[in-house]
């Protein structure tokens, strides 16, 4: 487990502005759905944990709407760059390196909402992912909400023939490839340790932990994943009418599948 956590430490802290960009430049859409459904649920001068922040675009996103939020998160290159994003924009947020294991900085009850966003990518084991949610439930107020972020085991299909093609033919990459198709989750060794899963495998690990009503579950790209390029590509107008439309099928349960990142939305009881 600590060789595990080193490494992804060391793989977000390499760049933090790589992923910044990856939400800013190659994947807009996939904030613009996110936010957008957050929104229903997060109401004017919220409190705000945001657990495994990355380089903190969701945390100045929300700061920036009059929110308190505090980022906490793994990489000490990402909190660093996260204060520095917030300076940028003039807003203020709290950033502090943790481990999304061990909330015990906060005490019970004390966030209107919580963001786990990034860490289940990365726990290997159930029983983590589980103590990451029951941590992140233990820290929520009761009828606050918490934001739960997944990988999908087909996002990486989708990943696979839109960026990569030629690892179809690799005799390395067939046991995921294998087990995309049999509907399987797997945690293996990607862009760094990393857990992708299924949309059954997803809810049926928040149903598990108690204290939680799952209100909903979406795909945080729609149906949009397969075309980034294209979309890169098209004028603002047609993008922007291609990201509303999107936001009609995020939570349609035959096209969950279509997406890299899956949300699920959960109120405490």
Same mark, same amino acid.
């Given at each position: ?93 709290? @950033?502090?390196? &943790?481990?999304? $294991?061990? !909330?015990? #900085? %906060? ?6 909402? *919580? ?64 087990? @995309?198709?049999? &509907?399987?989750? $797997?945690? !293996?060794? #990607? %862009? ?6 299924? *949309? ?70």
């Amino acid at each position: 487990m600590r060789e595990e956590t080193e490494a992804i430490r060391e793989h977000y802290n390499a760049d933090p502005q790589k992923e910044w960009n990856r939400l800013k430049i190659f994947h807009p859409y996939e904030k613009y759905i996110t936010t957008h459904m957050m929104d229903r649920y997060i109401r004017p001068g919220s409190t705000i944990l945001d657990i495994g922040g990355g380089p903190g675009h969701y945390s100045v996103h929300y700061a920036r709407q009059g929110h308190a939020v505090t980022l906490f998160d793994l990489s000490d290159e990402n909190v660093r760059f996260a204060k520095k994003k917030a300076r940028q924009y003039g807003v203020k947020i709290t @950033a502090m390196q &943790g481990n999304a $294991l061990d !909330l015990s #900085a %906060f005490p019970e009850d004390s966030f209107d909402i *919580v963001f786990l966003m990034g860490p289940l990518y990365h726990l290997m084991e159930e029983e983590n992912r589980k103590k990451a949610i029951r941590e992140a439930t233990r820290v929520l107020k009761p009828g606050g909400y918490l934001f739960c972020s997944f990988i999908l085991l087909y996002g990486g299909v989708i990943f696979g023939a839109r960026e990569l093609q030629d690892t179809i033919l690799m005799p390395k990459e067939q046991p995921f490839y294998e087990a @995309a198709a049999r &509907g399987e989750s $797997l945690a !293996l060794e #990607a %862009f760094t340790y990393a857990y992708m899963t299924t *949309v059954p495998d997803a809810k049926a690990l928040l149903a598990s932990i108690d204290g939680l009503r799952m209100e909903t579950v979406f795909g945080q790209e729609s149906i949009l994943s397969p075309y980034r390029k294209e979309l890169k590509e098209s004028p603002k107008k047609v993008r922007d009418a291609w990201y509303e439309y999107a936001l009609r099928y995020c939570e349609k349960e035959e096209y969950l599948t279509h997406t890299e990142h899956l949300m699920i939305v959960s109120r405490k009881s």
